[in-house]
């Protein structure tokens, strides 16, 4: 994974955006249960 530093939001690099929105993202559901947290990783295909 590479971070990317943009100090002006407005002049990303065409081709970097493309490259990173081509791939799936990825994020964590969490929710509450009186058991403890409960969290699940989610895809976005």
Do not use: K, Q
């Amino acid at each position: 994974m590479r971070t990317v530093d943009v100090p002006n939001f407005g002049s990303v690099d065409p081709e970097l955006l493309h490259t990173i929105l081509a791939r799936p993202l990825f994020a964590y559901l969490a929710t509450s249960h009186a058991d403890g947290p409960r969290h699940s990783s989610v895809w976005f295909l």
